[in-house]
């Protein structure tokens, strides 16, 4: 019984039976009631779609807004030559922005499994350090990103500046990662709709990566992940606005993550204006995902306790730069109400962007362009 001395040592007298269960298995069973999580509010795939027929036919009868089809990632449609996402990083630091040479964020299939272990090590790194203070309830430099986004959750989210604020998040993170932990390639992105119905199955959650994605228990129970790289992490922000120290737990349906298809996705980006797009795919296949994995991600204010939510957010990202790709006008306009306020503030490109000191305030008009002085990305589909 290899185990029963470990087990002696760790916990001192214990029961007999308790010394038979492996250690690993008692503690991935570990359950955490779901009902201290909320969830994303959605509309219905049948809803997206019914709109997109809608706009379909008035192009059809000519008397509606004229909208090209989303043509994937920026630039050169070839893939990438190298098989490593490293990629002209440097550029937008340095303000120069070669749009022939900018970083190319990988699909996770397409990321190697050195880039792969090299991504979860850097988060994990940042996990490690202390927190840089000043970031309510945050007890590491992670919980610092989580904790801006639990702070600002009211005015960044069902608003107009949904998706270039997280776009400028995501890429507050990746600097993190850069400065502060020197990971030196481009970021990768999730293509969700290639696993949509099986998350669980995705590489992603596996020990060598992200850890496990555990079913919602039949009795409605998420499960503490206990392996992989961010097993046994204990969260101290969230939930919602509280602070209180929970585990990492998931609680994955797979009968929400199968209504995250690329037809959702499509047709969300049918719609020519941005705001519409934008309200279909936050309340659309954005809220799918993160309901999909459950527990910490499914709750709106503190979701990013969860590592995985930034994999969930660069395949959002990259459904808004696919429908930019529509048009060019669509990296330079924006529409919409600036926060949930009423009345409407109109968001313009001048609306400004903040972190609450993590990083400088920027603007929704300097992350439009993911080609341009501000960010140099584009991604390989
Ligand atoms: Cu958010």
């Given at each position: 019984m290899r185990f029963s001395v470990a087990s002696q040592v760790l916990c001192g007298a214990v029961a007999v039976s308790a010394l038979s269960i492996p250690r690993s298995i008692e503690k991935r069973l570990k359950l955490i009631g779901l009902g201290q999580f909320g969830s994303f509010p959605t509309i219905t795939p049948e809803e997206a779609h019914r709109e997109a027929e809608n706009i379909l036919k008035d192009i059809i009868l000519g008397d509606g807004p004229q909208f090209k089809h989303g043509q994937g990632g920026v630039g050169s449609s070839t893939k990438p030559s190298s098989a490593s996402a490293v990629g002209n990083i440097a550029a937008a630091d340095a303000g120069t922005c070669d749009p022939n040479n900018p970083a190319v964020r990988l699909e996770w299939r397409n990321y190697s499994p050195d880039d792969r272990k090299a991504f979860v090590d850097a988060i994990k790194c940042l996990i490690d350090k202390p927190s840089s203070g000043?970031?309510?309830?945050?007890?590491n430099r992670y919980e610092d990103i989580v904790s801006v986004h639990q702070q600002l959750t009211p005015s960044i989210h069902?608003?107009?500046?949904f998706l270039p604020w997280h776009r400028y998040y995501v890429s507050i993170f990746e600097s993190l990662l850069r400065e502060e932990c020197g990971f030196d390639r481009a970021l990768p992105w999730w293509d969700e709709t290639l696993d949509a119905g099986n998350f669980a199955q995705s590489s992603i959650f596996t020990d060598e990566y992200f850890g496990p994605l555990p079913?919602?228990?039949?009795?409605?129970q998420g499960t503490c992940i206990e392996s992989g790289t961010f097993g046994g992490l204990t969260l101290h922000v969230g939930p919602g606005s509280r602070f209180t120290d929970h585990c990492l737990a998931r609680a994955a349906d797979e009968g929400l993550t199968g209504v995250v298809t690329s037809q959702f996705v499509q047709d969300c980006n049918s719609r020519s204006t941005y705001d519409a797009m934008r309200s279909c795919q936050e309340l659309g296949p954005h809220a799918y995902g993160h309901n999909g994995i459950g527990a910490v991600m499914s709750?709106?204010?503190?979701?990013?306790?969860?590592?995985v939510f930034f994999l969930h957010h660069l395949f959002v990202d990259h459904g808004f730069r696919v429908w930019q790709n529509g048009d060019p006008s669509r990296s330079s306009t924006i529409d919409g109400?600036?926060?949930?306020?009423?009345p409407c503030t109109p968001v313009s490109m001048d609306t400004v962007l903040s972190s609450n000191g993590l990083r400088p305030d920027t603007t929704v008009g300097a992350v439009?362009?993911?080609?341009?002085d501000y960010l140099c990305y584009r991604y390989d589909y």
């Open positions: 000043g970031f309510q309830g945050s007890q069902q608003s107009a500046v079913a919602k228990t039949s009795d409605g709750e709106v204010q503190a979701s990013p306790g969860d590592p109400c600036a926060g949930s306020s009423s439009m362009d993911t080609l341009g």
